[in-house]
Nanobody, 117 residues
């Protein structure tokens, strides 16, 4: 099994910054990145990072968010700058690991990010 523990969410004013982290343990294959879900909407990609360090960002966060990882700690980070009210939502860490010998997707419990205007 895989465990993902997210931290770092909170309340911030527009224009402010927050940093999220996701620590993975268990039968991890790779930590893929971050997704978010606002009330009444579908979960959407925020940023992903490959095992080789290549990154991909949603257009809405390009230039403001930075994803990084520490392979030794099995931890992925999301630095969020110039936050906007539309960034509000629950942020989830996503990883691929082994569940009963099968490659599966795993999700963290989510961390709330609220950006006030």
């Amino acid at each position: 099994q895989v465990q993902l523990v997210e931290s770092g969410g909170g309340l911030v004013q527009a224009g402010g910054s927050l940093s999220l982290s996701c620590a993975a343990s268990g039968r991890i294959v790779s930590i893929k990145g971050w997704y978010r879900q606002a009330p009444g909407t579908q979960r959407e990609l925020v940023a992903t990072i490959t095992s080789g360090g290549s990154t991909n960002y949603a257009d809405s966060v390009k230039g403001r968010f930075t994803i990084s990882k520490d392979n030794a700690k099995n931890t992925v980070y999301l630095q969020m700058n110039s936050l906007k009210p539309e960034d509000t939502g629950v942020y989830y860490c996503n990883a691929v690991g082994l569940r009963f010998g099968t490659i599966s997707d795993f999700w963290g419990q989510g961390t709330q990010v609220t950006v006030s205007s």
